[in-house]
């Protein structure tokens, strides 16, 4: 995994941002998604694929997965929400998404059926088999026993996102039709599809971006943009403070290398690059002086007295040269 994928994780494990990613793809912006109503889920999917007689487990694990829990026009919603990161375009991710899905329905049929042979007693003369629920009892007839749902059970819906994080454009498919060699178009009919659903800044165009509520808009923008002119929509922010979380995300993924304060609040990106431009002076000239014989101490010196920065600061700077 990537520099930009492992970060990129890391950064919508966050609920804030992960609610703004997919409020952007499910609802055009709109804040529907509360951060305070998603619930972390485990992302290993461990299960025996649904109607597999050989009882082979299949795992996967996805890369992030939340319940989303909430309530609208008076009814209660649950909804699994997922998302798999890319730094590179993965031309199997029709199959790959598809398969985290199937496996998450497997699992839930799995649990249902768990939960009701718990309290299965014996079936009747007509095959029929009652579960306790309080002083409730309830049917369930061999058939539904069988599959393990009751007629009526109903499953949470998943949806899963691929966050593609490269700067070109997706060119892989996007849907499962797009990777099927169909030469008899009368098969089409009885072939089902399956569509990514994909959050891509390279694909988006600038005004997009407004739609993101948090600074994942800002991180999109410049991933989009890193190996153009990312420099000038940073110091296009006006020194408007950035969140440390986003400003650490794009450092660490996108090696923008700048250079701010480790202390809570925002990162001002534009004071962050001067010193970042600040700081290759400085090494350069560092690097000067020690060509020419100057000792550290007198380093130390010249370049407090010079740049106006601490002897601690030089100091580190010394010290990241030899290592």
Known sequence: MGAIDTEGKQYLSNSVFFADAFNYLLYDGDQVI??????????????????????????????????????????????????????????????????????????????????????????????????????????????????????????????TAVVYLGDEPWDGPKSLFEMLDVRDKRLIPFLNDYKLNLISPADMDDDEFDKFHTGLGFAMRVIKHQSEDADAIIMATNHKKIDRETAEFLNKA????????????????????ERKEQKDIITGAITGMKLMGASDNDIITKITEQFKVTKEYVLALLKAQVA
């Open 34 to 159: 509360k951060p305070e109503e998603l619930r972390e889920l485990d992302t290993t999917e461990l299960t025996v694929p649904y109607g597999n007689n050989s009882r082979v487990p299949v795992q996967k694990y996805r890369d992030l997965l939340k319940m989303w829990n909430a309530m609208m026009d008076g009814n209660a919603i649950y909804v699994i929400l997922g998302a798999e990161l890319q730094d590179k375009v993965h031309y199997g991710m029709p199959v790959k998404d598809g398969l985290y899905d199937m496996l998450g329905y497997s699992k839930q049929i799995a649990e249902i059926k768990r939960s009701y042979q718990k309290e299965c007693g014996e079936a009747d003369d007509e095959g029929e088999l009652t579960v306790e629920e309080g002083v409730l009892k309830i049917k369930l007839t061999s058939a539904e026993f069988l599959s393990g749902l009751r007629k009526g059970d109903k499953l949470i819906p998943i949806i």
């Open 254 to 273: 996108v090696n923008l290398k700048l250079v701010y304060e480790e202390k809570t609040g925002g990162v001002d990106m534009c004071k962050a690059m």
